[in-house]
């Protein structure tokens, strides 16, 4: 059996896995990249001895602004918490099947699906839903980047909820045997850890984004953690972390106080 591990190497330093995703977006220049971050870590710490506020983004987005302003790409950023994206409503998995991305389920609006391809019924059922905003921004890249954070050995909450919402995408030719919408288009996962399964982690969603029926390119897969120590909850390393992933990675530090 060949064991998860195996699959992404662990042994390259960050500032490299940096560099290899970069390049590999520039040697596909002429490719749209859509950056979706979903990390909702408190951006303000109060400085109180300071007076003001320092304003410190989650790591895994200040990546994916790293990324975003390193490469020639057109591309566009979209802060997924920012959104009112409803629960997932499982339509998968009733009494007399799966209906989860079944033609009824279009979304019926112009605006809201110019594609014709949104077809989800918690966004027809949700007026203020917007996971149609996510959608049209998928239709129109070619490359997909999604960035999360570890939260108890899981992709945190906002990018399964994200993952959860997109189903009928995966459907659609997995199980309603239509086309595979996203045959031509690339996806990947980048997430940010402290101490525990990271790497697991990446994994198991570079499978998922696999089954969704995306292209799922290496240099678009990979995590990185503070440490290996997975019972490490230590104040002092949570204290050093932060300057431990702007040395690792070679991104210099950007706090900005108000
Ligand atoms: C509720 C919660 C649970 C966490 N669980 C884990 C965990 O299981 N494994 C881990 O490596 N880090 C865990 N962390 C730590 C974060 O992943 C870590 O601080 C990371 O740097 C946050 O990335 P961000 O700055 O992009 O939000 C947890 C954090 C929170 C808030």
Known sequence: MISLKSLISENINLSTKVTDTISFLNKNENKKVLFLTTSTRYPYNTKYDKGGV?????KSTELAFYIKNNIKNNSLIM???KLNIMSCEGNVSHKDGNTCGVKDSILKSSEKNPSGYHRCWA???NESDELWRVSKDIFDSDIILFFASIRWGQANAQYQKLIERLTWLENRHNTLGEENILNNKQAGFICIGQNWNGLNVVNI???VLKFYGFKTPSQLFWNWQYTENELDESQESYK???QKFHT???IP???KTL
Do not use: C, H, R
Not at 54 to 58: A, D, T, V, W
């Open 205 to 207: 969603q570079k499978k």
């Open 123 to 125: 966004s027809v059922n």
């Open 248 to 250: 690792d990675s070679k």
């Open 79 to 81: 802060d997924i918490p």
């Open 54 to 58: 320092e304003i410190e983004l989650p």
């Open 240 to 242: 050093k972390a932060y």
């Open 253 to 255: 530090t950007k706090l």
